[in-house]
Protein backbone atom coordinates (compact mmCIF):
# COMPACT_ATOMS: atom_id res chain seq x y z
CA UNK A 1 0.00 0.00 0.00
CA UNK A 2 2.85 2.07 1.04
CA UNK A 3 4.39 2.41 -2.49
CA UNK A 4 0.82 2.73 -4.14
CA UNK A 5 0.76 5.84 -2.49
CA UNK A 6 3.86 7.60 -3.21
CA UNK A 7 2.84 9.32 -6.87
CA UNK A 8 0.20 11.00 -4.70
CA UNK A 9 2.60 11.99 -2.28
CA UNK A 10 5.07 13.38 -4.43
CA UNK A 11 2.87 15.10 -6.78
CA UNK A 12 1.21 16.93 -3.75
CA UNK A 13 4.93 17.74 -2.84
CA UNK A 14 5.66 18.85 -6.58
CA UNK A 15 2.34 20.71 -6.38
CA UNK A 16 3.12 22.57 -3.11
CA UNK A 17 5.97 24.72 -5.66
CA UNK A 18 3.46 24.80 -8.48
CA UNK A 19 -0.11 26.11 -6.45
CA UNK A 20 -2.31 28.16 -6.47
CA UNK A 21 -0.88 31.27 -4.96
CA UNK A 22 2.71 30.29 -6.67
CA UNK A 23 4.49 32.67 -8.51
CA UNK A 24 4.84 30.09 -11.45
CA UNK A 25 3.43 31.32 -14.94
CA UNK A 26 1.67 29.55 -17.78
CA UNK A 27 2.48 29.45 -20.85
CA UNK A 28 0.42 32.49 -21.76
CA UNK A 29 2.93 34.40 -19.47
CA UNK A 30 0.64 34.96 -16.36
CA UNK A 31 -0.04 33.11 -12.92
CA UNK A 32 -1.14 29.44 -12.91
CA UNK A 33 -4.17 28.78 -11.18
CA UNK A 34 -6.39 25.87 -10.70
CA UNK A 35 -7.00 24.16 -13.96
CA UNK A 36 -4.30 26.06 -15.49
CA UNK A 37 -1.97 23.77 -13.38
CA UNK A 38 -0.23 20.83 -15.84
CA UNK A 39 2.26 18.25 -14.46
CA UNK A 40 4.28 16.20 -16.28
CA UNK A 41 5.29 12.89 -15.29
CA UNK A 42 7.75 11.04 -17.37
CA UNK A 43 8.47 7.46 -16.87
CA UNK A 44 11.65 4.91 -18.56
CA UNK A 45 8.69 2.59 -19.21
CA UNK A 46 5.19 2.36 -19.99
CA UNK A 47 4.42 -1.41 -20.10
CA UNK A 48 6.25 -2.28 -16.33
CA UNK A 49 3.42 -3.12 -14.07
CA UNK A 50 5.35 -0.35 -11.66
CA UNK A 51 5.27 2.55 -13.37
CA UNK A 52 1.38 1.59 -14.94
CA UNK A 53 0.61 1.79 -11.04
CA UNK A 54 2.65 4.95 -10.80
CA UNK A 55 0.43 6.55 -13.56
CA UNK A 56 -2.51 5.25 -12.42
CA UNK A 57 -2.48 7.06 -8.76
CA UNK A 58 -0.87 9.58 -10.30
CA UNK A 59 -3.86 10.69 -12.77
CA UNK A 60 -5.92 9.85 -9.35
CA UNK A 61 -4.23 13.03 -7.57
CA UNK A 62 -4.67 14.89 -10.84
CA UNK A 63 -8.77 14.48 -10.60
CA UNK A 64 -8.99 14.78 -6.92
CA UNK A 65 -6.77 18.10 -6.91
CA UNK A 66 -7.64 19.81 -10.19
CA UNK A 67 -4.83 19.67 -12.19
CA UNK A 68 -3.93 18.17 -15.51
CA UNK A 69 -1.15 15.24 -15.42
CA UNK A 70 1.00 14.90 -18.86
CA UNK A 71 2.50 11.09 -18.74
CA UNK A 72 4.63 10.29 -20.96
CA UNK A 73 7.03 7.10 -21.62
CA UNK A 74 10.82 8.11 -22.04
CA UNK A 75 12.75 5.44 -22.68
CA UNK A 76 16.12 6.62 -23.21
CA UNK A 77 17.71 10.34 -23.03
CA UNK A 78 17.01 11.65 -26.34
CA UNK A 79 12.77 11.22 -25.49
CA UNK A 80 13.99 12.62 -22.22
CA UNK A 81 15.01 15.75 -23.24
CA UNK A 82 12.31 15.96 -26.54
CA UNK A 83 9.46 15.38 -23.51
CA UNK A 84 11.08 18.43 -21.71
CA UNK A 85 10.62 20.58 -24.64
CA UNK A 86 7.08 19.41 -25.78
CA UNK A 87 6.11 19.58 -21.42
CA UNK A 88 6.85 23.14 -21.66
CA UNK A 89 5.21 24.19 -25.03
CA UNK A 90 1.91 22.73 -23.17
CA UNK A 91 2.13 24.88 -20.36
CA UNK A 92 3.68 22.32 -17.67
CA UNK A 93 5.26 24.09 -14.47
CA UNK A 94 6.88 21.09 -13.22
CA UNK A 95 7.95 17.69 -14.25
CA UNK A 96 8.46 14.21 -12.31
CA UNK A 97 10.75 11.94 -13.59
CA UNK A 98 12.40 8.02 -13.13
CA UNK A 99 14.92 9.00 -15.74
CA UNK A 100 15.83 5.76 -18.29
CA UNK A 101 19.61 7.08 -17.38
CA UNK A 102 20.60 8.70 -14.01
CA UNK A 103 23.80 10.26 -15.33
CA UNK A 104 21.33 12.72 -17.26
CA UNK A 105 20.96 14.79 -14.05
CA UNK A 106 23.11 17.74 -14.93
CA UNK A 107 21.26 17.69 -18.20
CA UNK A 108 17.95 17.41 -16.88
CA UNK A 109 18.46 19.91 -14.48
CA UNK A 110 19.81 22.39 -16.97
CA UNK A 111 17.29 22.08 -19.42
CA UNK A 112 14.42 22.63 -16.51
CA UNK A 113 16.09 25.62 -15.41
CA UNK A 114 15.59 26.74 -19.10
CA UNK A 115 12.40 26.39 -19.56
CA UNK A 116 11.73 27.45 -15.97
CA UNK A 117 9.78 23.99 -14.81
CA UNK A 118 10.36 22.85 -11.52
CA UNK A 119 11.73 19.68 -11.07
CA UNK A 120 11.82 16.27 -8.61
CA UNK A 121 13.25 12.74 -9.09
CA UNK A 122 10.94 9.73 -8.17
CA UNK A 123 12.38 6.04 -7.55
CA UNK A 124 16.22 6.42 -9.12
CA UNK A 125 18.04 9.56 -8.40
CA UNK A 126 19.58 11.65 -10.81
CA UNK A 127 23.13 11.46 -10.46
CA UNK A 128 25.15 14.53 -10.80
CA UNK A 129 28.58 15.01 -12.89
CA UNK A 130 30.44 13.40 -9.91
CA UNK A 131 28.55 10.50 -9.69
CA UNK A 132 26.81 11.29 -6.69
CA UNK A 133 22.93 11.82 -5.77
CA UNK A 134 21.95 15.63 -6.75
CA UNK A 135 21.29 17.01 -3.64
CA UNK A 136 19.53 20.10 -5.83
CA UNK A 137 16.95 17.88 -7.16
CA UNK A 138 14.19 17.20 -4.79
CA UNK A 139 13.49 13.66 -4.80
CA UNK A 140 11.08 11.01 -3.47
CA UNK A 141 11.40 7.19 -2.62
CA UNK A 142 11.73 4.16 -1.06
CA UNK A 143 14.13 2.44 0.62
CA UNK A 144 15.94 0.66 -1.47
CA UNK A 145 18.10 -1.36 0.93
CA UNK A 146 15.97 -2.03 3.61
CA UNK A 147 13.84 -3.43 0.55
CA UNK A 148 17.18 -5.66 -0.42
CA UNK A 149 17.23 -6.81 3.34
CA UNK A 150 13.52 -7.88 3.33
CA UNK A 151 14.70 -10.02 0.16
CA UNK A 152 17.62 -11.41 1.78
CA UNK A 153 15.63 -12.28 4.45
CA UNK A 154 12.89 -14.18 2.65
CA UNK A 155 16.05 -15.95 0.53
CA UNK A 156 17.53 -17.06 4.18
CA UNK A 157 13.42 -17.93 5.20
CA UNK A 158 13.61 -20.44 2.31
CA UNK A 159 16.27 -21.70 2.43
CA UNK A 160 15.56 -23.13 6.34
CA UNK A 161 12.75 -24.12 5.00
CA UNK A 162 13.91 -26.34 2.86
CA UNK A 163 16.89 -27.41 4.75
CA UNK A 164 19.13 -26.31 2.27
CA UNK A 165 22.91 -26.52 4.04
CA UNK A 166 24.13 -22.91 3.02
CA UNK A 167 27.67 -24.10 2.49
CA UNK A 168 26.13 -25.79 -0.85
CA UNK A 169 24.28 -23.51 -1.81
CA UNK A 170 25.84 -19.81 -4.07
CA UNK A 171 23.88 -17.06 -4.82
CA UNK A 172 23.78 -15.12 -8.24
CA UNK A 173 23.18 -10.94 -8.04
CA UNK A 174 21.67 -10.03 -11.80
CA UNK A 175 21.72 -5.94 -11.01
CA UNK A 176 22.27 -2.92 -13.30
CA UNK A 177 25.26 -1.89 -11.23
CA UNK A 178 25.18 1.94 -12.24
CA UNK A 179 22.32 2.49 -10.93
CA UNK A 180 21.99 3.62 -6.99
CA UNK A 181 19.05 2.16 -6.08
CA UNK A 182 20.13 -1.27 -7.78
CA UNK A 183 23.14 -1.01 -5.78
CA UNK A 184 21.64 -0.36 -2.17
CA UNK A 185 19.08 -3.17 -3.17
CA UNK A 186 22.09 -5.95 -3.31
CA UNK A 187 23.99 -4.21 -0.21
CA UNK A 188 20.74 -4.70 1.61
CA UNK A 189 20.68 -8.29 0.63
CA UNK A 190 23.72 -9.29 1.01
CA UNK A 191 24.07 -7.73 4.51
CA UNK A 192 21.51 -9.92 5.63
CA UNK A 193 22.95 -13.24 4.04
CA UNK A 194 26.22 -13.05 4.98
CA UNK A 195 24.76 -12.25 8.66
CA UNK A 196 23.27 -15.47 8.48
CA UNK A 197 26.23 -17.04 7.83
CA UNK A 198 25.77 -17.70 4.20
CA UNK A 199 29.50 -17.57 2.88
CA UNK A 200 30.49 -14.34 1.02
CA UNK A 201 32.32 -16.03 -2.04
CA UNK A 202 29.44 -17.99 -2.95
CA UNK A 203 27.55 -14.36 -4.22
CA UNK A 204 28.27 -14.47 -7.78
CA UNK A 205 28.07 -10.86 -8.90
CA UNK A 206 26.10 -10.65 -13.20
CA UNK A 207 25.62 -7.20 -14.08
CA UNK A 208 21.90 -6.91 -16.33
CA UNK A 209 20.89 -3.91 -18.52
Not at 7 to 22: E, F, H, N, Q, R
Not at 24 to 46: E, H, M, W
Not at 119 to 128: E, F, K, P, Q, T
Not at 185 to 192: F, H, Y
Request: glycine share 8%; net charge neutral.
Amino acid sequence: MKRLLLPAILLGVLLAGCSKTDEGTASNGQPAKGKDVKVGFLVKSATEVWFKTEGKFAQDAADKDGFTLLFQATPDSDKVMSALDTLASQGAQGVVICSPDVKLGPAILRKCNELKMKLMSVDDRLLGADGLPMKEVHHLGISATNIGKMVGQAIVDEMKARNWNQADVAAMVLSEEELETSRQRVDGATEVLTASGFPKDKIYHAPWK
